[in-house]
């Protein structure tokens, strides 16, 4: 899986959400030069697995969001495209126009606080469409403490040695190119290189890549510092993100 960060921004700040307390260290939108490449990386190692597009931003705020679904759906036909998103902005046309440029699947999360618009626009969604749309409450939404900075918040419980396939199933690539190995980590304190810089199957199979997603699959969240704050246990085998589907 790969998760894209088209924008930075998001017009909520849940109290469950880095958002809440502290700004995005890249802001903006990506470039097209950045999401060409990386499209084109992926098309030359063959990559049919999972694209969505959001890091701690909301992607529909993308000014370019329908373009990149198009780009991605030309360079990997076979993959899998999905959108998070809070709602807020999906209407029936915006979700018309996106289903047309690729999308696979919206996951929708009613977030707490203010109520989101897309409550009435769901009702009003053909049913054709609604096979393609997983629409939660927050509250069924399993919170972390985002590798500890939500600590206060959401304290990390007592397990220890448990282990974690998150680097082992995913990659993050945030606006300027740069590749984290876990969507928790929101400050980038595990930069693995910059996709401007080297291929991404480079960067994947370094030996400090490499090196890292063995150790957490051995239960060792030593290995670094947002690793060992974080309480996020819910991904201890590969099978597990398959409800992600």
Not at 38 to 57: A, E
Not at 59 to 77: A, D, G, H, M, N
Not at 176 to 192: A, I, R, S
Not at 219 to 234: E, L, M, T, V, Y
Request: proline share 4%; net charge negative.
């Amino acid at each position: 899986m790969v998760e894209i960060e088209v924008n930075s921004h998001c017009n909520r700040a849940c109290w469950y959400c880095p958002n809440s307390i502290a700004k995005r260290k890249e802001t903006g939108e990506m470039s097209e030069e950045v999401f060409d490449e990386l499209m084109r990386q992926l098309k030359s190692v063959g990559f049919k697995g999972r694209i969505s597009y959001h890091f701690y931003g909301e992607p529909l705020l993308c000014s370019k969001i329908e373009q990149f679904v198009e780009t991605s759906k030309r360079y990997l036909p076979e993959s899998l495209n999905i959108i998070y998103t809070n709602g807020d902005y999906l209407t029936l046309e915006k979700m018309d126009a996106l289903f047309t440029a690729g999308v696979d699947r919206f996951i929708v999360t009613n977030h707490a606080g203010k109520a989101s618009p897309f409550k009435q626009v769901y009702d009003q969604i053909p049913e054709h469409f609604k096979k393609k749309i997983v629409y939660n409450d927050y509250k069924e939404l399993v919170l972390s403490n985002r590798g500890g900075v939500l600590e206060d918040k959401i304290p990390k419980s007592s397990e220890d040695l448990v282990p974690c396939y998150v680097p082992s199933s995913l990659v993050v690539v945030t606006l300027k190119g740069n590749v984290l190995p876990c969507f928790e980590d929101f400050h980038q304190t595990k930069n693995m290189g910059n996709i401007m810089e080297a291929n991404i199957a480079e960067i994947w199979n370094s030996e400090t890549y490499k090196l890292f997603r063995e150790e957490l699959k051995k239960g060792n969240r030593c290995s670094a510092d947002i690793c060992r704050k974080c309480n996020n246990f819910s991904v201890q085998s590969e099978e597990m993100y398959e409800y992600v589907l």
